[in-house]
């Protein structure tokens, strides 16, 4: 165990790492990032991390997994980056571009890694599009995409920090008021 | 007439939609103020330049000023109006989608206003049809085309748009005009006072927006100590019919009376602005005032109005 503590924090859970536990312990880790991420090795998934602390849970719920899947989910793992982190990693699970906006607006410097039997084919930061249609509801009741037939589309102001604002009534759209369009009726992305 | 104005600014108009004065530059403000100019006093009338065109005036609100000095700013430039002043006799009483609505109607003209309780309806309509749309106010949100007003208004009084204390009195949460004209003239560089009941101050959203752009707006409920160094008020009504709660109504519909007591403690030049209509929240004994622009301000509208439709159908006098 010893060795894998050791280990990069670069590896996202790929390689041959024993699992111990599902989370970090309490205490952060005065030296490097790798010795909290005591995790089940992936053969095969999606790897999103540098969530930013207390988001995965809310990544989960908008990302609409079926029961069955296989998720690790780690809290508030310390991170040299970000102070804590958050981190999910999925098995047998690729994401879909509407899939990554969703996360994204949650998680605007999270990192995406594809796990191919042990191995990290493909990592991509998270990155928003300038808009995004059919993923968020603007919440003023107000505005018109409540009372006429349109696909609700928002802006993206500023990715850092991140700042939202309806397309159609312009109104500012907080990170705590936003309220994602059911994850079956997400259309294409911009 | 129109070697004044800049050719290539000219063409960034020609069809373009009026939807938010957050959709234009410093420099196109400062271009419609310009082009208003030479509209004022009946300018550009002679010609009949929009001989043949057809305004499409829907308005699912009422509204008389807007409507009113759409229709006259076309007429007197040759053109021509359709449309309907009331939702109940337009099709959405049957419950056809704006954007219908709009796919309907853009067959029959050459351009569009439209005013609708709704915020964001105006862009919506935008997206419906290939021909300009022009908002004349989405429920709280936007009314471009007052902000374009309002703005000749303190240029043609004040002799700039820029570098001026401006105070703005009422109701500020609801207030479409408010919004537009607050995001313009700090967008445009001046010094901001929001005075109003807390109850309806400005919405956080816009707040922020403001400081994020660099503006620190000063918010109170004391008008009277807010009068003495102002430049510019501009007073807002209390909107009887944006409140949900009548009891809300009830408590703030006083909140405010300009007369001339309380304006002895303003600066000699005040202007003082309203979108109109008023009720009570400027005494008619003001009106005689020297500073009291706000019948200027309404009549300008067709002047700016002229203006902006001509420029949107691209043909100047």
Do not use: W
Not at chain 1, 86 to 112: S, Y
Not at chain 2, 108 to 123: K, L, N, Q, S
């Amino acid at each position: 165990m010893s060795a894998a503590r050791r280990r990069p924090p670069s590896r996202k859970g790929a390689g041959p790492r024993p699992a111990r536990a599902r989370t970090a312990p309490a205490a952060p880790a005065p030296q490097a990032e790798a010795p909290s991420i005591r995790v089940a090795k992936l053969r095969n998934g999606t790897v999103i991390d540098h969530l930013a602390a207390g988001t995965a849970l809310r990544c989960l719920a908008i990302l609409g997994l079926a029961p069955e899947a296989v998720v690790t989910v780690g809290l508030n793992l310390p991170s040299r980056s970000m102070k804590r982190k958050d981190l999910l990693k999925m098995e047998n699970r690729r994401l879909t571009a509407a899939e990554l906006a969703r996360i994204a607006l949650l998680a605007p410097r999270g990192t995406v890694c594809t796990i191919e039997d042990y191995r990290v084919v493909n990592k991509t930061r998270l990155e928003l599009p300038t808009v995004i249609d059919g993923v968020v509801h603007c919440p003023n009741p107000s505005c018109i995409t409540h009372h006429d037939p349109v696909v609700p589309r928002v802006r993206v102001d500023s990715n850092d920090p991140l700042r939202l604002r309806c397309h159609y009534c312009e109104r500012r759209i907080r990170l705590d008021e936003v309220e994602f369009v059911p994850a079956s009726s997400v259309p294409a992305i911009k | 007439m129109t070697p004044a104005l800049d050719p290539a600014l000219v063409d960034r108009f020609k069809g373009r939609d009026i939807l938010s004065t957050r959709d234009f530059t410093r420099e196109e403000i400062l271009f419609v103020l310009d082009a208003a100019r030479l509209f004022a006093d009946g300018g550009g009338e002679e010609a009949r330049p929009l001989r043949g065109k057809v305004l499409a005036t829907l308005f699912f609100e009422p509204s008389t000023r807007t409507r009113l000095s759409f229709e006259a700013a076309i007429k007197r430039l040759g053109g021509n109006t359709i449309g309907f002043a009331d939702a109940g006799v337009s099709s959405a009483a049957k419950g056809e989608s704006l954007h219908d609505t709009v796919r309907v109607v853009e067959g029959y003209c050459d351009a569009i206003v439209i005013r609708h309780p709704r915020e964001g309806a105006a862009r919506l309509a935008a997206e419906a049809t290939r021909l300009p749309v022009v908002n004349g106010g989405d429920g709280s949100n936007q009314h471009p085309t007052q902000t374009f007003i309002d703005l000749y208004t303190i240029r043609e009084a004040r002799g700039r748009v820029s570098g001026l204390h401006i105070g703005f009195l009422g109701d500020l949460k609801y207030g479409r005009a408010a919004h537009a004209l607050i995001t313009a003239a700090a967008a445009m560089g001046n010094r901001l006072t929001l005075v109003s009941p807390v109850e309806l101050r400005l919405p956080g959203s816009i707040m922020e927006e403001l400081k994020e752009a660099g503006v620190k707006p000063v918010q109170t409920s004391d008008l009277e100590a807010a009068l003495g160094d102002l430049d510019v008020l501009y007073v807002t009504r209390i909107q009887q019919e944006r409140f949900h709660d009548p009891l809300e109504y009830e408590r703030v519909r006083n909140a405010y009376r300009l007369d001339r007591k309380t304006l002895e403690g303003a600066g000699r030049k005040l202007s003082i602005l309203h979108p109109l209509p008023r009720v009570r929240e400027i005494d008619p004994e003001v009106d005689a005032m020297e500073g009291a622009l706000y019948f200027r301000q309404a009549h300008n509208g067709v002047t700016v109005r002229k203006a902006l439709l001509s420029l949107l159908l691209g043909v100047l006098p």
